[in-house]
């Protein structure tokens, strides 16, 4: 038994237990959270009518990126996989970078849709956040409360997960549905698409720079069905299945929320223009719609939901973040005591870690708006790792059975990790820098972590990664503090998605070609394959 499977199997290990609709309805969770209701508001401020093309832009771009990770999970079915397959392909610096950041953007999600749910609550229940939006006096108490309730439904065990995700999920779901039907049938003003400045009042800088202000938050989290990849009932058929169904769905109510949103608009209200186009205050776009055409009823249940849909969505990312802090501390690359599994199968020390976390999270940090750029560049670095890691587990790991291939990959992944750097590049620059601050921070950890560990117990470095993953990074930061978006501007529009596109093809062909030579990648694979072994009874047996 290698040092890698240890941890797990002196603790317990984890249970097959999850079919395909808990999977499809752990990603669907996960997309429809607070993003749902806020994302419609931000994105026709920043863009107008033409938010519809941000929509579309972001599912077309989620999807290929979904795909990527379809065909990955289904391959490789491991818990916690997003920190796990760039291991896989380049090493223990690459695999921890990918793990860091994953986890960095899972472990920060909860309390941000904790406090966005308080955050509704404080228009019927005052008192619980300040005016900047900060958690005070018994929102501070009920945030810790609720965190609480994460953290004891995760360590009862999957199972508890998933089935008390499903009922959240139809209720998210419906919720969504109900509103598109009331408010297009009740008041569905079609000038309001072309109304103050046209159709795309601020022209194609403003369809783009809607996609970080909460867009692409909005539509994030289908991984979550790969994070638990190792708790998979049947992983290589129902991985596919549940990630490429919660993406079309997704997509399909965002953008028909949308539409129902902005035809809704009192069209006096955008005579002016797009900068106030429901009235004052951050929180409750749809439920102060529903209120001024008349629906009370409707603005009940919007705000029941503004606290319904965000707690389901941080109840799912307690359990996501675990996985991957397990993932680290499986692969050796933080202390191994976070990646032990209790008799439920549960990795419950990295549960309490996501909660111990989640608790400082609520110091007065800034409010939801403030945090989603930072959590959607996390997000899409980590989502950028998986393009290159296909390609070049495809060309070392020929054999290995891939249930779902993604179509012309060759093609496919590249366009996947260019329209990873766009979004990094699209979100302002003020985000970006504190994201290389946090991977920065990141490298600190590992350094410490390994330099105190004992020899026998350090995984291979593999430096060779750095050769890719500096520049990806360091070009990154550097086009996005020269460009359009909160840069200097030094970049003319237009010439910048061209040098995003070309930057990103060289360090993805630079990228794959300093892969793991097979034999050491085939090392990894039967460290991966004997750990999982070890710790999944049903592996074991070749079941």
């Not at 945030?143 to 994460?150: E, K, N, P, R």
């Not at 439920?344 to 609520?362: D, E, H, K, M």
């Not at 959590?375 to 249930?403: C, E, K």
């Not at 993805?508 to 892969?515: E, K, L, N, P, Q």
Request: charged share 10%.
């Amino acid at each position: 038994m290698t040092d890698l499977a240890k941890p797990a199997a002196e603790s317990g290990h984890l249970h097959r237990s999850v079919g395909l609709t808990s999977l499809m309805f752990i990603s669907l969770g996960s997309i429809i959270g607070s993003g749902w209701l806020l994302g419609a508001l931000t994105a026709a401020k920043a863009a107008g009518g033409a938010s519809l093309i941000s929509w579309l832009l972001a599912g077309v771009i989620i999807i290929l990126l979904a795909l990527v990770h379809a065909e990955l999970g289904a391959a490789y079915p491991l818990a916690g996989g997003t920190a796990r397959f760039p291991r896989l392909a380049f090493g223990a610096i690459a695999g921890f970078t990918a793990g860091w950041v994953a986890w960095l953007q899972a472990v920060t999600i909860a309390p941000i849709e904790v406090e966005a749910a308080l955050s509704y609550l404080d228009h019927i229940w005052p008192g619980l956040v300040d005016e900047n939006g900060a958690l005070v006096g018994r929102g501070l108490v009920l945030a810790v409360v609720l965190m609480l309730v994460f953290t004891l439904i995760n360590l009862a065990g999957v199972n508890w997960l998933a089935e008390s995700n499903k009922a959240t999920v139809v209720w998210k779901t419906a919720v969504p549905l109900l509103t598109i039907v009331v408010l297009i049938a009740v008041s569905f003003h079609g000038s309001n698409f072309t109304a103050g400045g046209g159709f795309a009042p601020f022209g194609a800088h403003g369809v783009f720079a809607a996609l970080p202000l909460g867009v692409v938050f909005a539509l994030q989290g289908f991984e979550q069905a790969v994070q638990m990849g190792g708790e998979a009932r049947n992983p290589q058929r129902d991985m596919p299945r549940a990630v490429i169904g919660a993406v079309l769905i997704g997509t399909l109510i965002y953008l028909l929320l949308e539409v129902a949103f902005i035809g809704a608009l009192y069209p006096a209200n955008l005579a002016g223009g797009w900068a106030n186009p429901i009235g004052e205050g951050d929180f409750g776009s749809y439920a102060t719609i529903a209120t001024t055409l008349g629906l009370g009823w409707l603005a009940v249940i919007l705000y029941i939901d503004a606290f319904i849909s965000p707690a389901g969505t941080g109840l799912i990312y307690v359990g996501t973040s675990a996985r991957l802090s397990y993932a680290l501390g499986h692969a050796g690359f933080v202390p191994k005591g976070i990646s032990k599994i209790s008799a439920r199968g549960v990795p419950w020390t990295s549960v309490i870690l996501a909660f111990v976390v989640g608790l400082i999270c609520f110091l007065p940090f800034p409010s939801w708006q403030g945090l989603v750029g930072l959590v959607t560049s996390a997000t899409v670095i980590m989502y950028g790792f998986a393009p290159i890691t296909l390609i070049a587990l495809r060309r070392d790991d020929p054999d290995r059975p891939r249930p779902y291939k993604l179509p012309a990959a060759e093609i496919t992944a590249p366009l996947a990790f260019i329209a990873a750097n766009l979004i990094i590049y699209w979100t302002d620059w003020e985000a970006v820098s504190k994201l290389e601050l946090g991977v920065l921070a990141g490298f600190v950890v590992f350094g410490l972590s390994y330099a105190f560990k004992r020899p026998v117990e350090r995984p291979p470095l593999d430096p060779k990664a750095l050769v890719w993953m500096v520049p990806w990074l360091g070009g990154l930061a550097l086009i996005s503090f020269l460009g359009q978006y909160g840069g200097m501007g030094v970049i003319p529009q237009w010439i910048d998605l061209l040098v995003v596109a070309v930057f990103s093809l060289v360090i993805f062909y630079i990228g794959v070609r300093t892969a793991l030579p097979p034999e050491r990648e085939h090392a990894v694979f039967a460290e991966e394959d004997e750990a999982e072994a070890a710790t999944d009874p049903l592996l074991a047996e070749g079941g």
